[in-house]
């Protein structure tokens, strides 16, 4: 699920899922370059555990932030916000 909105001179979007989640220990990690964490995904693919990382540096590159929320056995969200200017 995709969705966007705007609040003030900021663009918001989130995309969700209704994956495995990821216990709140670990939600901690997903944004460190300094901890190597990866899980298999639903279908049992690999991942590097970069592209989180390489999205929230480009994201504060450009003024914006970056967030997770999950729950697990219900799925993750990811909202990241770009100012609209």
Known sequence: TI???REDDYVSVTVADTGIGIQ???LEKLFRIDVNF???GTAGEDGTGLGLILCKDMIEKNG???RAESRPG???SFTFTL???
């Open 3 to 5: 969705s966007s909105g």
């Open 38 to 40: 990866s899980t298999k």
């Open 74 to 76: 219900e799925g993750t």
């Open 24 to 26: 709140k220990e670990n």
């Open 64 to 66: 914006g932030t970056i």
């Open 83 to 85: 100012p609209s200017g």
